[in-house]
């Protein structure tokens, strides 16, 4: 383990950069394109997270396009922790890899809405309160088939749980701030909510390519 200060600003921007380059790895884009030869940013709601991939090509695919993204982020995490164990430096990581993913230094800083990144990096820094912000959204998810309005919920919720079981505030900086990128990244779907024509879950299906 490296005797690092946690202010250490060349530890922290690494960190951010580490944390960063992982988040950034568009799992769907590169999943849909092996798989099946398309671009899913063209297809659905054009964007390359989980659902639009269900919707798409459905559940198996995008199995595998949640597993990656949440992979992706607590990879990073890991390493930062089995390299320093410093709260801070973890959460910048964390908040690298998260931005990462909304901002990908793949596709030009453009990426996915940061749910499923999101969720396993709050499984592997604050499992209680990823365990509510779960709950929350298959609660909202299997009552009303709202995506979108069950991940905005249950991001809200991860902040408000990291609050309630006490954990580092270093921590609870990530979540309040991922919070508030996850609801500013569903303004579309908040716009369709409230006017009610957001499209509700449903799996689609595509022929994997020859």
Same mark, same amino acid.
């Given at each position: 383990?490296?005797?690092? !200060? +946690?202010? +250490?600003?060349?530890? /922290? =921007? ?7 380059? !992982? ?6 884009? @590169? ?7 398309? +671009? ?12 639009? &991939? ?8 995008? *199995?595998?396009?949640?597993?990656? +993204? /949440?992979?992706?982020? =607590?990879?990073?995490?890991?390493? =930062? ?23 990908? *230094? ?8 940061? &749910? ?20 929350? @959204? ?15 919920? *249950?991001? !809200? ?43 509700? /879950? ?9």
């Amino acid at each position: 383990m490296l005797t690092v !200060c +946690d202010t +250490d600003i060349y530890a /922290i =921007v690494l960190c951010f950069i580490a944390g960063h380059l !992982c988040g950034s790895v568009p799992s769907g884009l @590169w999943l849909c394109k092996a798989l099946y030869g398309i +671009d899913i940013r063209s297809v659905g709601s054009r964007n390359i997270g989980t659902t639009n &991939v269900f919707r798409t090509a459905g559940p198996l695919p995008a *199995a595998l396009v949640l597993f990656c +993204d /949440i992979a992706k982020g =607590v990879i990073a995490v890991a390493a =930062v922790r089995w390299l320093f164990a410093a709260p801070v430096l973890e959460a910048v990581c964390a908040l690298g890899a998260f931005l990462g993913h909304n901002f990908s *230094a793949f596709l030009g800083l453009k990426g996915g809405k940061g &749910v499923a990144t999101g969720v396993g990096l709050l499984l592997f820094l604050m499992p209680k309160a990823a365990a509510v912000a779960v709950a929350v @959204w298959l609660a909202l998810v299997l009552t009303t088939r709202y995506v979108s309005l069950g991940s905005i919920i *249950a991001g !809200c919720a991860a902040p408000a749980a990291a609050w309630y079981f006490s954990y580092p505030p270093p921590y609870l900086a990530f979540a309040f701030f991922a919070a508030f990128i996850v609801v500013l990244r569903h303004k579309a779907n908040i716009e369709r909510l409230l006017a009610g024509s957001e499209p509700k /879950i449903k799996a689609g299906h595509l022929e994997k390519k020859s």
